[in-house]
């Protein structure tokens, strides 16, 4: 998968096609407009807010009627204006006067990244008396194994995932005691946002032991197990085994989204969800989808729009929040429409 | 006197660089701009240099280590870029400060709404800087009207660039955006950017592979196009920063990526000479 530049028309048209199966579940969208700019008036992004959250938006603007984004500047904070002001420094202590934080949180990424655990939950890795490495966490040891490769703890400090290797095998484990073994080297660990499903990309076949004797290989065999070597394959802590894949698959064609405990793989122009094929999508870049957790409906932002599984289209979010209601997934995102309105918009599917 | 001896240093280092001109059939412009040129060279050499003594690696700490890391960890940067080994590390110092800042912004930053609102609106939005190499769509505006002027078909053929799309459109600048989400064509953009520099300044008298880069560094972060006399004086502006906003102290951006051309010299190969 690569975060290129992608046809985001066929793109769009394959997903709406997936999509429509669902569109049963489209509810009604509703729209409010927060402020309408002056004519000629532009928002300086980089030193505004706009935010969207569950339960209210937090808007913040600084603008400026100058096309150079020079002064004169105005303030819109609660709904009042304020103005003009001269310099940036006197316009933004009054844009940002009370509040302790001015920076905007990062919710640019539809794929979950998780928070580091506080600090005395996360487990540690320790060598052994003989000189083998062990995992500490909550007052247990996990291993001893020759090689620690990664370790994480969940941002709860519940649960901790360690990659590890030995000369016959390697290893992918959970705290809870689930536990599973291949060849070849695992890469980076991800997870789900409840810490609880979890996968690694791994590459080759091959365990420690095996890979060093491979210089012993005659020059046939040398080659076919480099090409081995270089394929890749990806196991779930549930026990599941994906793959081979290209040497071109990596841990960021794995993803768990925000929105889901779901694991997504893309690989060969198919998207996966646990492992069953979802769609066709030529390329796919996980920051832009937002599917619901049964995996029925998603959005996908591009920016121009933000489509919709049953087909649906509006502008495109400035910033938008997804969360659950009632027992269905509530999109909620904020838009700058007609270059001055700025909207508000919500939707559950 | 420890600033006399830079200073001598500078100009026997100029002056060797006369003797050896770099651009000789180029370098016939009237003395007196020659001489303007040297004494404002010579004035913001000194400056820089005892600014450039600074330990940025210490000042920007983690931010720093993660950009040296970044450029460990995507040693295809290098190649890609398809210039001779002195452009390809004037132009990894170049971007450089770029990729600790970006190092130290990653979190804080929405850059999204900035993207949507540039794709939607246009040119009033295009005052934000993408990725890695921090590059803003006004900056990639010009480079690419620049490329599609400068270059003829032969070049753009050897260059490996194809002519831009020309026009201003919702879609054009989504396509834009697309490539500036890219660190490929982000690279790109950094080759075209050392080409055009090329075709705008090859006439001018650099002292030496220092000067060379504080000149493009400055270009690249103050904006290319204003010209070298306005360029030269904007050479020791303390305008770089890690910060959102509010920044506490500020720093010469072109002395930032000459820290990192010095302690990256060519003989230790660029790779080998990070930190593992």
């Known amino acids: ?349 | 006197m420890f600033i006399r001896e830079r200073c001598s240093v500078r100009r026997s280092s100029h002056a060797t660089e006369r003797a050896t001109p770099r651009r000789p059939n180029r370098r016939a412009a009237s003395f007196l701009a020659t001489v303007a040129v040297i004494a404002l060279f010579l004035t913001s050499g000194s400056e820089a240099l005892s600014a450039a003594d600074e330990d940025y690696a210490a000042i920007f700490g983690d931010k720093y280590a993660a950009a040296e890391r970044f450029l460990r960890e995507n040693v295809w940067i290098a190649g890609a870029l398809r210039l001779s080994p002195e452009d390809t590390r004037i132009a990894l110092a170049v971007v450089f400060p770029e990729i600790i800042r970006f190092s130290a912004l990653e979190d804080a930053i929405q850059v999204r709404g900035l993207k949507v609102l540039y794709v939607q609106y246009g040119r009033a939005y295009m005052n934000f800087s993408v990725g890695h190499f921090q590059m803003k769509p006004s900056f990639v505006e010009n480079l690419e009207s620049d490329y599609n002027r400068l270059f003829n078909p032969e070049e753009k053929s050897a260059a490996a660039i194809p002519a831009f799309e020309r026009g201003d459109s919702a879609e054009l600048r989504n396509k834009r955006v697309l490539r500036l989400d890219d660190t490929v064509w982000q690279v790109r953009y950094l080759r075209m950017f050392i080409l055009v520099m090329e075709k705008r300044y090859g006439h001018v008298a650099f002292s030496d592979a220092e000067d060379r880069l504080r000149f493009y560094a400055t270009a690249y972060n103050a904006g290319y196009a204003s010209g070298e006399r306005a360029l030269r004086r904007a050479m020791n502006d303390k305008r770089f920063h890690t910060e959102l906003l509010f920044p506490k102290r500020t720093y010469v951006y072109a002395d930032v990526a000459l820290f990192f051309f010095r302690t990256h010299p060519p003989e230790a190969n660029l790779q080998p000479a990070l930190p593992t």
């Open chain 1, 1 to 349: 998968m690569k975060r290129t530049p992608f046809p985001v028309s066929a793109r769009i048209a394959l997903m709406v096609l997936a999509g429509l199966a669902s569109s049963a579940l489209a509810q009604e969208t509703t729209r409010k407009v927060l402020y309408s700019l002056q004519p000629g008036e532009t928002i300086m992004r980089a030193e505004s807010t706009i935010a969207i959250a569950a339960g209210a938006a937090d808007i913040v603007l600084v603008t400026t009627m100058a096309k150079d984004n020079k002064g004169p500047f105005f303030v819109v904070r609660d709904g009042k204006r304020t103005g003009p002001f001269t310099g940036i420094k006197e316009t933004m202590a009054t844009a940002y006067a009370g509040r302790t934080d001015s920076s905007q949180k990062n919710r640019d990424c539809a794929s979950y990244t998780p928070p580091p655990p506080p600090e005395d939950a996360s487990a540690t890795t320790e060598s052994d008396q003989q000189g083998r490495q062990v995992v500490k966490f909550k007052g247990k040891t996990f291993g001893s194994h020759l090689l620690i490769f990664s370790v994480q703890t969940t941002p709860d400090g519940a649960l901790a995932y360690l990659t590890a290797g030995d000369n016959d095998k390697s290893w992918f484990e959970c705290s809870d005691g689930r536990k599973v073994s291949f060849g070849g080297i695992p890469a980076e660990i991800k997870f789900s946002p409840d810490g609880k499903n979890a996968a690694v990309v791994c590459q080759g076949n091959f365990s420690m032991g095996e890979m060093n004797n491979m210089s012993k290989l005659p020059p046939e065999k040398l080659q076919a197990a480099f090409a081995e070597q270089e394929k890749k394959y990806l196991y779930t802590i549930a026990g599941k085994k994906y793959g081979p894949f290209k040497s071109s698959f990596g841990a960021h064609d794995v993803w768990f989204p925000k929105t889901s405990n779901d694991m997504y793989f893309h690989v060969n122009d198919q998207l996966f969800r646990n492992g069953a094929p979802m769609m066709k999508a030529d390329s796919f870049d996980p920051c832009q989808f937002y599917p619901t957790p049964d995996g029925k409906a998603y959005a996908m932002l591009t920016y121009e729009n933000i489509v919709f599984s049953d087909g649906k289209t509006y502008p495109a979010p400035l910033d938008i929040v997804v969360f659950q209601d009632g027992g269905k997934t509530v999109f909620k995102w904020i838009t700058l429409e007609n270059n001055k309105d700025i909207v508000v918009y919500q939707r559950a599917m």
